[in-house]
C-alpha cells in the first residue's frame, strides 16, 4: 500500500477539497495518508471521518514554519523553515490558542500584502484593490488565509493569467513577514498535545529548507545535529523535490541519529501529486499503523 503523509487541501493554500483528495487517495492506491494544511486543523476532523469511509488509515497532520537562526550563520539572518506535525491531540487547547492567533495574523499580513501590490498597480495604471476585494478573498479562504488565495483572486479578476505569474510579478516583491515562530515554541505546541514533529523537506530546492543556509547536504545535517535535536522527532526523507541524493541521505542521517522519517508529495494543486512519491511501508509503523 501507498503512502503519502504530506498534502495540502483547500483549508489553507490547496485547491483540493477533501472528497477530491481522497478520490485520489483512492485511485493511487493509497493506504495511508495525511493532510498537512499551514497553520490549520480545521479540515481534520471530517477528514479523519472520510478516511474511514473509504477504508484508509489517517494521521492528523500540520504544518507550521518556523523562523530559523543557527548561531553559526546568524550574519545570514533568519530563514524560514517548515515542521510537519502528527499524531496531536486536535483539542489541545494551547495548540488551538496559537492556531487562532496565526489566522488572524495572517488576515492582517493579507491586508498589508494587498496594500503592497496596490503600489505595484498604482504605478501600472491599473485599478487598485478595495476592501470589498478583501472580503470577496476572504470568503474563498476555507481554513489558513495566504498569498495563493490573493493569487487566484488576481487570475479570476484577469491581472495575471496563473498564481505563477502572480508570485512572479507582484507576490514575491510585495510579501510581508509571516508571524515569527520558534522552533522551541513550536515542539512545544506539538509535543505538549502528544503530537511527533518533523523537519519538512530539509534540502527542497525552491522552498523553505536548508539550502538557503547551504547546499551541502552534509552541512545541512551538521545544523539539524547541533540546533534541532532536543526540538524533533524526525524528518522527511521522501519529497517530490528531493532528488534520490538527498532522500538517501537523509535517510542514512536519520538512522545514525535516531530519528524518525517520513514521506510526501506535498500536494497543493496542478499537477495532482498525491501519491507519487514512492514512501516505503515501515514508515507507518514508526506510527503505529499497520498497512
Not at 8 to 27: M, P, Q, W, Y
Not at 82 to 111: T, V
Request: hydrophobic share 35%; with cysteine; aromatic share 8%.
Amino acid at each position: 500500500m501507498k503512502i503519502d503523509l504530506h498534502i495540502h487541501s483547500r483549508c489553507s493554500d490547496g485547491k483540493l477539497t477533501l472528497n477530491a483528495i481522497f478520490k485520489e487517495a483512492v485511485k493511487k492506491g493509497l493506504g495511508l495518508i495525511s493532510i498537512t494544511d499551514h497553520d490549520s486543523i480545521d479540515c481534520q476532523v471530517d477528514a479523519r471521518r472520510i478516511a474511514e469511509r473509504y477504508g484508509i488509515s489517517y494521521l492528523y497532520g500540520l504544518e507550521l514554519n518556523v523562523s530559523f537562526s543557527p548561531p553559526a550563520y546568524k550574519d545570514m539572518g533568519p530563514i524560514s523553515l517548515d515542521f510537519l506535525a502528527y499524531q496531536y491531540d486536535i483539542h489541545s487547547k494551547p495548540l488551538m490558542i496559537r492556531l487562532n492567533e496565526l489566522r488572524e495574523y495572517r488576515k492582517k499580513r493579507a491586508e498589508k500584502i494587498l496594500d503592497n501590490i496596490n503600489r505595484e498597480l498604482v504605478e501600472e495604471r491599473l485599478k487598485k484593490f478595495t476592501h470589498k476585494d478583501l472580503e470577496k478573498i476572504e470568503k474563498s479562504v476555507h481554513g489558513a488565509f495566504g498569498r495563493p488565495h490573493i493569487a487566484d483572486y488576481m487570475v479570476n479578476k484577469g491581472i495575471v493569467s496563473s498564481r505563477k505569474e502572480a508570485f512572479n510579478r507582484y507576490l514575491v516583491k510585495c510579501n510581508v513577514p509571516k508571524m515569527p515562530l520558534t522552533l522551541a515554541e513550536v515542539s512545544r505546541l506539538v509535543k505538549g498535545a502528544g503530537g511527533k514533529l518533523f523537519l519538512a523537506h530539509p534540502n527542497h530546492p525552491r522552498g523553505t529548507s536548508l539550502i538557503k543556509i547551504s547546499a551541502d547536504l552534509k552541512e545541512q545535517q551538521r545544523i539539524i545535529n547541533e540546533t534541532m535535536i532536543p526540538y524533533i522527532d524526525g524528518v522527511e526523507c521522501w519529497h517530490s523535490a528531493h532528488d534520490q541524493e538527498s532522500t538517501s541521505s537523509y535517510i542514512k542521517f536519520a538512522q545514525e541519529a535516531g530519528l524518525m522519517v517520513t514521506g510526501g508529495s506535498d500536494c497543493h494543486q496542478q499537477p495532482v501529486l498525491i501519491g507519487t512519491v514512492d514512501v516505503p511501508d515501515y514508515v507507518a509503523k514508526q506510527f503505529n499503523i499497520d498497512l
